[in-house]
């Protein structure tokens, strides 16, 4: 694929690739270290006091989001800047050099402040009988602020230098294709679906934005008492639509690069922007099944939220999912680690979503909200479905074409991290299915049937294949590390 | 109506749904892989690919609509609207210990006396008026065996009324299922039915 950036860009470019991955490869098993001791603690294998169990849960839940969705940004940044459009090189910098304060602060806030409210904040917890220093609280507020404000700029910077290019946000959703006038420039996939992800990205950072300043008003002046159900609703609109983009934009590049493996092209018709105009719509309410269990919560919206969860499956499999498939049936493709991940991650993205479809059914959520089937299933999809995806980014970036054949250590590598993700996650639904509560530290406290035994046993098992999942990841980053820091001065 | 169990209890069912989903995603992968090296035109395995997806895309959406329709038949918020209930319980979710007691309160939350354990008449269509003295709580009622089988959110400011009957005499057990600090895995109580 040639580039539209002259060899000195794109060079700079390829530099700030290499920091991203990086910073993703050491970020990451330090997050898979802080959910290694979560699992040993509820097992009985560590001991850690309460709060450090749950500011750890903080961090690991904020870090993943955050590192997931950070790492797809800057990835789809290269791809785009490459490829279709110019990105400015100071300004990723930049927007790069912001997430990485944002990220320090908030370890700084969690593993040593203290804070300890989950990933979710949920209001009014951080305030109220909090066991960890109020400056903590205040802390976090700011490394949120600030990684919001970064993931805003650099998402605006994206659907800005997009909508340039391609003539506007009606272009960019693929109107014209949906009436019927095809551009003579045909729309590349990964336009489109930034675009599908990135502007609902910029609501929910907008509402992200809005309580985090609700929660400076709150410390400054704790007389202050907002709406704890409003506040609900804007939480996990940031959350969903964050964890639920980040899968739609790595997609992205499965769309660009696996044609390039396939031999065959994959691009935007008809079809493909009426489902992704419709998942545009899903992503902004599905969000709406995380408070299922709230019966305060006006009840339309509950029918809403069921409705636009079964709906997402839909676009998903129809048109990507059966896209794949038809990728790769009959097509004499060579397993070489990219197209082999980019298809186990399509696998593990079903098996997830499936499972969460299940979830979203108002009539199984009543037994299973707040269970482990929770973490379950975005576990799954992120750990067997995004993580692969972006493997797969990693490795096709870092191989040369020639050398791909040959890569006994990767291929070692993922399969022991395979094993180690499906047991860790078999595990976590079994919790769920045995009506085992999710964010326990310990289960010691439940004396209800066998709950507390079934749980802590899991929980020891679980620990095993988080270690597998740490070797594996290891053995990968032996050829991994060095090729990808080649790149650096190619 | 759906009733509560068919056969099973509902998270064994959604288990076992999730477990045959997972098995027909890998045997489709498993069955890509294997047959990858077959040799077709592009454009004639796309197409055959292509001519399952049309069938694929109106089952699925004709599997929607009756589930959506079966599914949401029974929904857990105006059972207290439509059916009449024998009587009433006030519970307040407080860092970190569940308050109870018989029939309405006027006080407010913060203010609510009650105990975590309560007796209540078997088969009797019971409302559980549920509050919150301070931060976000959930009410979860499991059964002796260890299953959920009703929960709500205890908020502040909000009243969530849940209805339920207990068909079984004896022992069943709350949990607090949303986080709420540092004793959250510890906030327990029980109920007995006679
Ligand atoms: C091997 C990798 C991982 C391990 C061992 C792990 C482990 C855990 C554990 C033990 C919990 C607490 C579960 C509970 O509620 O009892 C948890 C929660 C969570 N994890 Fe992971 N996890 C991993 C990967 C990921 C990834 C890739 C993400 C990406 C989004 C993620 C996001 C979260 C979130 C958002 C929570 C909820 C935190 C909260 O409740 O505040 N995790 N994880
Ligand atoms: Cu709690």
Redesign the interface.
């Given at each position: 694929m040639t580039s539209i950036l002259n060899p000195t860009e794109l060079k700079q470019q390829r530099r700030l690739l290499v920091i991203w991955c990086i910073t993703f490869l050491i970020i990451f098993p330090f997050l898979i270290s802080l959910g290694l001791m979560m699992r040993m603690n509820q097992g009985g294998l560590a001991d850690l006091p309460?709060?450090t169990f749950?500011s750890y849960m903080t961090m690991h839940g904020l870090g993943m989001a955050g590192i997931l969705f950070s790492i797809t940004l800057g990835a789809a940044n290269y791809l785009i800047s490459s490829r279709y459009v110019k990105l400015k090189i100071g300004f990723q910098y930049f927007v790069y050099f912001l997430i990485l304060i944002g990220f320090l602060t908030l370890i700084f806030a969690t593993i040593i402040g203290g804070f300890a409210a989950?990933w979710y904040v949920?209001y009014?917890?951080p305030f109220?009988?909090?066991?960890w220093p109020a400056w903590s609280t205040a802390l976090t507020t700011v490394s949120l602020i600030v990684l919001g404000v970064a993931w805003l700029l650099g998402s605006m910077h994206v659907l800005l230098a997009l909508a340039k290019r391609y003539g506007g946000f009606s272009r960019l959703m693929g109107w014209n294709y949906i009436v019927g006038k095809t551009p003579d420039e045909p729309l590349p996939p990964m336009a489109m679906i930034a675009t599908v992800a990135l502007v609902p990205a910029v609501l929910s950072f907008l509402s992200a934005a809005v309580f985090l300043v609700m929660f400076l008003f709150q410390y400054f002046e704790p007389s202050l008492a907002f709406?704890?159900?409003f506040m609900?609703n804007m939480i996990f609109f940031f959350g969903h639509v964050i964890v639920n983009i980040t899968m739609y934009l790595a997609v992205g590049w499965v769309y660009t690069l696996l044609p390039e493996y396939s031999?065959?092209d994959w691009g935007v018709d008809r079809i493909f922007a009426i489902s992704w105009n419709g998942s545009f719509i899903f992503i902004i309410f599905a969000y709406l099944h995380h408070l299922y269990?709230?019966?305060?919560q006006p009840?339309g919206l509950?029918?809403a939220g069921?409705?636009a969860s079964?709906?997402s499956?839909?676009p998903v499999?129809?048109v990507t999912m059966?896209g794949v498939?038809?990728q790769?049936?009959?097509?004499?493709?060579k397993?070489t680690m990219v197209p082999f991940v980019f298809?186990?991650g399509t696998?593990g993205w079903?098996?997830g979503g499936?499972?969460a479809l299940?979830?979203s059914?108002?009539?199984?959520n009543?037994?299973?909200?707040?269970?482990l089937?929770v973490p379950a299933h975005f576990h799954t999809y992120m750990l067997a479905g995004v993580v692969l995806y972006i493997f797969g980014f990693l490795y096709y970036f870092s191989t040369p074409e020639a050398e791909r054949k040959t890569e006994n250590y990767s291929k070692l590598g993922i399969w022991i991290y395979l094993i180690g993700v499906y047991g860790f996650l078999l595990m976590f639904?079994?919790g769920?299915?045995?009506?085992v509560?999710?964010?326990?530290?310990?289960?010691v406290?439940?004396?209800?049937?066998?709950?507390q035994s079934?749980g802590m046993l899991l929980a020891r098992i679980a620990a095993y294949f988080v270690m597998a999942i740490l070797a594996g990841l290891l053995v990968m980053y032996v050829s991994l590390i060095t090729r990808i820091a080649k790149k650096f001065n190619e | 109506m759906?009733p509560n169990n068919l056969f099973l209890?509902?998270?064994?069912s959604?288990?076992i749904?999730?477990l045959l989903?997972?098995i027909l995603?890998?045997c489709?992968?498993l069955f890509?892989?294997g047959?990858?090296?077959?040799?077709?035109e592009?454009h004639q395995?796309?197409g055959?690919?292509?001519k399952?997806?049309v069938k694929?895309?109106y089952g699925?959406?004709a599997a929607?609509v009756l589930?959506?329709f079966f599914?949401?038949q029974?929904?857990?918020?105006?059972k207290h609207k439509t059916t009449r209930s024998d009587e009433v319980v006030t519970v307040v979710g407080a860092?970190w210990a569940w308050k109870m007691d018989h029939g309405t309160t006027e006080v407010k939350a913060k203010e609510f006396e009650g105990l975590n354990d309560i007796t209540l008449p078997s088969n009797k269509v019971i409302q559980f008026n549920v509050m919150s003295a301070?931060?976000?709580h959930?009410f979860?009622i499991?059964?002796?065996?260890?299953?959920?089988?009703?929960?709500?959110?205890a908020?502040?400011?909000?009243?969530?009324?849940?209805q339920y009957t207990f068909e079984e005499r004896g022992e069943y057990?709350i949990?607090?299922?949303?986080?709420?600090?540092?004793?959250?895995?510890?906030m327990?109580g029980s109920i007995h039915i006679e």
């Open positions: 309460p709060n749950y989950g949920l009014p917890l109220i009988g909090a066991s709406d704890p159900l609900k031999k065959r269990m709230d019966f305060a009840s509950q029918f069921q409705i079964y709906l499956a839909v499999t129809v059966f498939i038809g790769l049936y009959h097509s004499k493709v397993w298809l186990l696998m079903a098996i499936f499972a299940v979830d059914t108002i009539y199984v009543k037994v299973l909200h707040n269970t089937w639904y079994l769920g299915m045995n009506s509560p999710r964010r326990y530290d310990k289960y406290g439940i004396t209800v049937g066998d709950v079934t | 759906i209890s509902i998270q064994t959604a288990a749904v999730s989903g997972a995603v890998v489709i992968v890509i892989i047959t990858s090296s077959v040799d077709e592009k395995a796309k055959k690919v292509y399952l997806r694929y895309f699925l959406m929607i589930l959506l599914t949401m029974t929904l857990p918020y105006f860092q301070d931060v976000n959930n979860a499991y059964n002796d065996k260890g299953d959920i089988v009703a929960q709500t959110q908020m502040p400011n909000y009243t969530n009324h849940l057990h949990l607090c299922l949303e986080y709420c600090g540092m004793a959250h895995a510890y327990t």
